[in-house]
């Protein structure tokens, strides 16, 4: 929702839409190498780090999946199929970073484009943020490809595991150290990244209202 309210605003300012006739003037955008910038850099930026949230949140459906993969008799196919979809969901993750990290220093070397030092202070807090987010994507991308990795190495058919578990310590363990999302942080990571990316936003946000739109 915040990137729809957001766009709302900064879009405008580089894609205003033909008309037959002129329109009501409900606002008026700035046209300038600042707001350009921070159109095409912020949404070049976030867009596809809103798509990663969500390739995260299948991510998040396996581990869960993960956790309780030797309840059943059937953990083969559990196996299988979870290892199949972390692969594909890291994939995605890890192609999408250098094209992100490219719009984020774009982002920041936009800051220079106003002489204005508050106008800068927000384009450079925006990035600021969106690096914090993406810094914990790449982590987390990193981190499942090496999960993928591992899972890779093992012959599900050539394992018998007691339903829970391998063992008797597996099995009695604490419930965190039988959480593979535990051992990846990734809950906590991923609050981070919901954060930061709100943040952003609202930087950018009171950069396009206030330097991009004539009140």
């Not at 719009?103 to 914090?132: C, F, V, Y």
């Not at 058919?157 to 099995?171: I, S």
């Not at 990734?186 to 930087?203: L, M, P, T, V, Y």
């Amino acid at each position: 929702m915040f990137f729809l309210k957001l766009a709302t605003v900064i879009l405008a300012v580089t894609t205003p839409a033909p008309s037959p006739t002129p329109p009501k003037t409900i606002i008026t955008v700035v046209s300038s190498p600042y707001c350009k910038s921070l159109a095409t850099h912020f949404n070049g930026a976030l867009v596809p780090m809103l798509a990663n949230d969500r390739t995260l949140d299948g991510e998040s459906v396996e581990l869960d999946d993960m956790n309780d993969m030797f309840e059943g008799p059937n953990y083969v196919q559990q196996f299988l199929h979870i290892r199949d979809a972390l692969g594909r969901e890291e994939t995605v993750l890890n192609q999408s970073l250098p094209a992100i990290q490219r719009e984020i220093n774009a982002l920041r070397a936009g800051s220079t484009l106003s002489t204005d030092p508050k106008a800068a202070a927000d384009i450079h807090e925006a990035a600021q943020e969106l690096q914090t987010a993406y810094d914990h994507q790449r982590q987390l991308a990193i981190d499942t490809q090496n999960l993928y990795i591992t899972l890779l190495r093992y012959n599900p058919n050539r394992l018998h595991p007691t339903l829970g578990g391998f063992d008797w310590q597996d099995m009695t363990a604490p419930a965190d150290n039988r959480n593979i999302k535990s051992y990846l942080r990734f809950n906590g990571q991923r609050d981070i990244i919901a954060g930061s990316e709100d943040k952003a936003a609202d930087a950018a946000l009171s950069a396009a209202t206030t330097y991009c739109v004539t009140q």
